[in-house]
């Protein structure tokens, strides 16, 4: 039995493409003592890990990930055998391992998955109930927190975030929510499978006129999770004491030089407030967040919608499409098909 | 008798110089029915004012001032004659006049001042208990609210809102109040005179190591009322969960493309809210905000500071020297000298 892997082949230039990783067999790892055996199940991609790729990137406690290696990513599986003091044969873990079909797990970067959150699909720990679905959850409730009368607009509607964003505005109450994409067919998912009242493509030519009439009463909550120059065009449309929640810079990733907006000053004049937020900074509130969306998802009021890759050797063209805007839903490989 | 009346003679390229406007004496305004005539005491020195010079500038409500008009300006003066309903003579009114010694007032743009906001000089309502003064305080108080072991950095310290933002922040217990300013010669002054710890004069060529020096632990609260390129450098010092009130951009009123900070994924990795706010959106508040500001002044912990040109014909200078960074603390013009 191999151990299939895919490593860090070279260094991205900008956006990740699927020939900067290769997929390689390599023998099966042994643990030792104080070591487990995990088959991960689900890789999920994230681009926040774009940001390790690069030469010199990360800091002492997580460095940049290094050439030939395993590309570090986030996943579930189980504990196949282990020679750990607390992980034991048959657990379910989440933690950050790597792009592979088995890996050695020996530190504190992984969390067992209690027995009443193994009732739902193991992928949603990495999607709907899993970091992305609370950035929506948080970001909603804590900063846009979207009145009856109001206008929601969420960037990259169709992506991790951006799809369980959409659903919660819809769930508060929000009269309407709109969301920015990459193509009309997922604006038309979004749509049709999601309850978004409309879409703007981003890549169309007369954004002004897309921006007016898909939110003609202006923009009340903005849920920024991509970052990028779209700002600009937002912020002419914001209203009075909008609120834009702001959790992610996937734009900016593969951007050398990203420019911040012109009108920075549309911020003063409609007294908006842009507030920063990254979900792992609120490890407390983790229960109440996965509560509430169990709750939502149990009610049939919230669905889980993911793109998945066949095989964990598919794990570099999956990250490449995320980051090509081909992805719809929480982006997952499937280790095993 | 005659009114003198400085005119907008141009329309300003970028910051205003001196030679925009032309100081004239006209005859004496007469006053209708429903009129009152004001001889203004003190012209506020405003950079917002700007707005509404250049043309096709303002809205239906307030359009861009006209060239060969008198220009548009807040000041305070005296009810010399009325036939106005409500106004009569000996007043002392507040209002959107104009740059002149003596104004016809008809229109809702005029609050009379009360008996008991007589008993300090009447300037105070242009300066630290008027617009610039309640930004202050509104900014820090709702939005900043610096705890006891912060950094307080606030920009354009030497100016009318800096000026009052330092004393305030101080006043609740910042542990380090730092001003960025135009020349060391007003840092000093900060120091010297209004308690600020220290000083970053933004001109120097090495602000990266100025920001280290002043403000060694970073930033946590940075009262930005001028908005502009300095943004980028605070944000590569600003703390978790920092707050960045932010109320002006005079950098921007006179750049025909201004450009944002390429480091906006700063606020989110850091978690900052920066939020916007306008003071004049908050007039049920005034009395709160006046009362507080009262009080600190008779208690000695606030100080009003001006820098006052003599003589209504000055106004030109006045405005142009605001721009040009020359002044320290509020800037009014006293129209009799």
Redesign the interface.
Known sequence: MMNTQVLLKRRPQGAPVAEDFEAVDNAMPQINEGQALIKNQYISMDAGFRNWMDEGAGDDVLPAMALGEPVMGLTVGEVQESRHPTLKAGDLVMGRLAWERYSIASDDFLVVLETHEQNVPTHYHLGILGDTGMSAYFGLTDIGQPAANETVLISAAGGAVGYVAGQIAKIMGAARVVGLTSSDAKGERLKAELGYDDFINYRQPNLEAAFQSACPEGIDVYFDNV?GPI??TVLNHIN?AARIP????VA?YSNP??????????????????????TH?QVSRYPEARAQLMTWLNQGQLSSVTQEYAGVSQCGTAFADLFAGKNFGKTIVAVDH
Do not use: K
């Open positions: 970052g700002l600009e009075v702001f959790c992610g810079a900016d030089r990203p420019v911040g907006p012109p009108n920075l000053f549309q911020i003063v004049t409609n007294s908006v407030r842009l507030q920063g937020f990254m900074l």
